[in-house]
């Protein structure tokens, strides 16, 4: 097989890989990068030449950063199979949908609701672990990610050679989600993200929950408002579930919450796929009549203005898309309540250089949003890790646990990273490779 990288090679955004392999050729992913703004950088580089060619699209799952390109491709004419889980489908709807609203705001977005009906139509679901010829001589496999609900680890394989491709991944169980899965069949080459690879963050979950009820609790008992910007489908989902957990144990108070930006219907979604999430969920919503993914204490807000949540003195929080503030409702909440001392912004997740989010991160005291306001940053920032992806030593771990690849590919991390998760990997003799964009190689 040939493999060719088209995005997400020494960043974190527009994941894509072309396979050509002995049936024909496929893009594994097919992501945009949020946040930048000229198309080189914002777009993978399918050229005119490959959108003739390729007949197969897998998705790993539903993140813009790895699905997000697919309306773009159908708006330049290509149609083929498109293979993903029920959950990435169904999720998909959801946020190619709010990408077209989000784009037609922004820019004048080159697809149209037809690419996204027609995007529905084209997908074939895959069950986890099912084994499905897409061509000649070629099989996909698709397996279990962790990271958010349908998320897959892609395998395929043709006539000659074999690879996996990580997508993004968890290596540890979380609220909702099992783990990545490494019991795999041998591949010749792991193409494995690395965002926390070289960063020597661990991501415990336990103790960011802890910390997240503290930094919550603090702010609520002195009435103010917390602000909690993160993706809408799968971070919310496990926020919410943590937050919920910790208001009903009385740590902290009873507050009425919000949840805003298509959180809500992603809740429904999870709901819907409940088979996929981890045993324990189903099987709760089946003893307790308890539905994980709905909470009493946040609901969506009444106003279009937000004025209901905004404009009062009351203790607060909220949960809202975007999470690096690159758009969705969390704008507004930036502009009406990131100037005031008592009030607080939590960040959960990787923040991509150059979005409002990294330069509250870095502790920017003024910060331009999308729509070019500058707003002045009194509210406190607190940043906690709650991430969805394998931290470093778990990068590690899974590499060293799938069948003996003889070639590694990290991509999907920033270069310096990178290049440090690269060094651990050749201690452990594995023959390791950072692909730079456009970059091809013989499998
Ligand atoms: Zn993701
Ligand atoms: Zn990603």
Redesign the pocket.
Same mark, same amino acid.
């Given at each position: 097989m040939d493999i060719k990288f088209l995005g997400g090679a020494r960043e974190v955004g527009k994941s894509c890989v072309l396979v050509d392999h002995s049936g024909g050729s496929t893009l594994l992913d097919c992501g945009i990068k949020l946040g930048a703004k000229e198309d080189q950088d914002r777009y993978p580089h399918i050229t005119k030449e490959m959108i003739k060619r390729i007949d197969s699209v897998v998705i790993s799952?539903t $993140?813009l /950063? $790895?699905s997000g390109y697919l309306p773009h491709l159908y708006a330049r004419g290509w149609r083929g199979k498109i293979y993903a889980t029920k959950p990435t489908r169904d999720l998909m709807q959801l946020l190619l949908s709010d990408y077209l609203r989000i784009a037609k705001e922004e820019r004048d977005p080159e697809f149209t609701q037809k690419d996204i009906n027609n995007i529905m139509k084209d997908i074939e679901y895959i069950e986890f672990r099912e084994k499905v010829k897409i061509g000649k001589g070629v099989h996909l496999t698709l397996y279990k990610a962790g $990271?958010?609900l349908g998320a897959a680890l892609i395998r395929l394989e043709d006539r000659k050679s074999s690879l996996l491709y990580t997508g /993004?991944f968890s290596y540890k169980e979380s609220n909702i989600l099992d783990k990545a899965d490494s019991d795999i069949e041998p591949v010749d080459a792991l193409i494995m993200e690395s965002t926390y690879g070289g960063s020597g963050k661990t991501i415990e979950l336990k103790t960011n929950s802890k910390e997240l009820a503290e930094e919550v609790r603090k702010t609520i008992k002195k009435g103010g408002k917390v602000i909690v910007p993160t993706f809408g489908v799968g971070r919310a989902q496990e926020l919410m579930l943590i937050l919920d957990n910790y208001i009903k144990s009385g740590y902290i108070p009873k507050v009425d919450g919000f949840i805003d930006g298509m959180i809500k219907k992603a809740n429904a979604i999870h709901r819907q796929n409940v088979i996929y999430a981890k045993e324990e969920i189903p099987k709760r919503i089946l003893m307790a009549q308890e539905n994980p993914f709905d909470s009493e204490y946040f609901n969506s807000p009444q106003t279009k203005s937000r004025s209901d949540v905004t404009k009062n003195d009351k203790a607060t929080i909220i949960l809202t898309t975007s999470g690096m503030i690159t758009g969705g409702p969390v704008i507004k909440y930036m502009e009406e309540l990131a100037d005031d001392p008592n009030n607080k912004i939590i960040l959960v997740g990787y923040q991509v250089e150059g979005t409002p989010g990294r330069d509250l991160m870095d502790g920017k005291k003024k910060v331009t949003l999308p729509n070019e306001k500058e707003v002045n940053v009194k509210a406190s920032v607190k940043t906690l890790h709650f991430s969805a992806h394998a931290d470093e030593k778990d990068l590690i771990k899974f590499a060293l646990n799938i069948p003996k690849p003889r070639m590694v590919f990290l991509v999907h991390g920033d270069e310096e990273g990178t290049k440090n998760l690269n060094k651990e990997l050749e201690k452990k003799e594995l023959e390791t490779y950072i692909p730079r964009l456009d970059e091809e190689f013989r499998i």
């Open positions: 799952h $993140h /950063d $790895h $990271h958010i /993004d």
